[in-house]
DNA sequence: AGTTCATTTCCATATTCTTGGAAATATGAA
DNA sequence: TTCATATTTCCAAGAATATGGAAATGAACT
């Protein structure tokens, strides 16, 4: 079975098994709607009504999977959506699972979709 | 934790769920580039080096997930990947996952990635 | 009828994932 | 230091997935 192992193809399998369930798909949609500050777990409690332990085993495949980063900033740590790796995700789907190997298929298939987070902020201790 | 049953979201867990694992990426990747005709489990088995009873089992992971299509032809069963159902995919994860809400991006964010298999091809710029 | 090939289902096993309470850790404030 | 809050880790039980040999099904041909 294991015939190939395209680093490629094992980190879209780890970053689609991440998104690939129920709560952390809710859960990083939330995100991306909070991409420039970031959340934390505490509202993502209350806004996803998820346990804090069941909470944190998903935001930490989320951050395994690169598709979440994470700043501490006093007590609190923010999680925002890592766009660039989303989007090299779905650069890697339109690349090898929408088209014929070598064709192209129209203006609709560039890569690209959206870039990083146009600005950042930082305030550690 | 289950609290808002997205019909979208359901589906795209699904799909996402279908493509996050190893082998089925693969098999996927395989049957993209053969999109046209389609391929048999016997000659997947011989691309692959697997089991029939491991590839029937993906293959029809991949068929539940709606990623894949098949029909039957005498003594043969041709699956072939239904690139309209992936490119769905792909358009969800761009609106849902790769930016914030309302916001748009850029000219690269348009939902339409590629539609199913092109006649004709455009010469990129 | 019976034979052969293509493919799937059956089944048991092994592995991995998910859940969430309780305990632990980290940080800031009094 | 002591307290309170934020967040994570520990742990264990249950659920879901993955693997592949062996048996069953389907479809054509003799």
């Known amino acids: 079975m294991t015939q190939a192992p395209d680093a490629a ?3 879209a ?3 689609l098994g991440a998104l690939a369930q129920e ?7 939330l995100l991306v709607e909070h991409a420039v500050d970031g959340l934390t777990p505490g509202a993502m409690t209350l806004k996803l009504k998820l346990p ?3 909470l944190s085993f998903h935001l930490k495949e989320l951050v395994r999977a ?4 994470d700043r501490r900033e006093g007590r609190f740590i923010y999680y925002r959506p890592d766009l660039a790796s989303m989007n090299a995700l779905v650069g890697y789907l339109t690349e090898n699972c929408c088209r ?19 600005s950042r902020r930082k305030r550690p201790s």
């Open 66 to 69: 690169g598709l979440v980063l």
């Open 13 to 15: 399998v780890v970053a």
């Open 100 to 118: 014929a190997s070598g064709e192209s298929c129209g203006t609709g298939c560039a890569p690209s979709a959206c870039l990083p987070v146009p």
């Open 23 to 29: 709560t952390r798909l809710a859960l990083f949609r």
């Open 9 to 11: 193809a094992l980190r």
């Open 52 to 54: 804090a332990a069941t």
